[in-house]
């Protein structure tokens, strides 16, 4: 499964989200800062169709809120 949140530093949602994925020890999430590479925000924008972070790309599908993406990894812990 391909994992790839696209946030920013600064943004508390993107924090929440971060805080879990480290609390979690996870390894299988690659992070893409939007502030920081242009490539990546136009990514944002052009598959997920609006610069909203964070958001959780699962295998390609947007998953946008805070709340969800926390919810989705817990519920689907790292595989080994």
């Known amino acids: 499964m391909k994992l790839d949140l696209y946030m920013f530093d600064g943004c508390p949602f993107c924090r929440k989200v971060t805080n879990e ?3 979690e020890g996870r390894t299988d999430v690659t992070l893409h800062d939007i502030h920081q590479n242009e490539e990546d925000r136009d990514t944002l924008i052009r598959v997920g169709g609006m610069e909203q972070v964070p958001c959780l790309f ?3 599908k947007p998953m946008y809120e805070s ?3 926390v919810a989705w990894l817990q519920a689907n812990p790292q595989q080994a």
């Open 58 to 60: 699962i295998d390609g």
């Open 21 to 23: 994925i480290e609390a």
């Open 67 to 69: 709340g969800d993406i």
